[in-house]
């Protein structure tokens, strides 16, 4: 089982939002590395909704998860992408929601578009038990 330190070290910036600076590994450990996930439902329909982009996001993260014996306190790192500044209060609200207080370490970048032009918004993440 693996060890997480979460910190915000001396001579940094307090984070702007719920994250960390550094999330730090010890001992063995299994990692696990997601791919981008996008508001695409199981079925393939992606809703052009926001809301229901960023909860399927979740849902997906919260998938593989699952499918790998992890929790979402096992997350380490999470990479985030939003095609508009707008969806940063949204994201924000509905991912501290999912996280608990869990503040992993995060990028956030507002991009000019993904993947496909329906997509709103991509999240990766990183994690270890």
Partial sequence: MANLTLS???????????????????GPARRLHVSGQVGVNADGTISPDPVVQVNQVLANLDAVL????????????????????????????????????HAAAATLVIVAGLADPRFLVEAELEAAA
């Fill in 66 to 101: 699952t499918a790998h014996g992890m929790r979402r306190t096992n997350i380490v790192k999470m990479t985030i992408f939003l095609t508009d500044r707008a969806l940063l209060s949204l994201w924000r609200e509905k991912r501290d929601a999912w996280l608990g207080g």
């Fill in 8 to 26: 915000n070290p001396p001579g940094l910036h307090a984070p702007a939002s719920r994250y960390s600076h550094a999330a730090l590994v010890e």
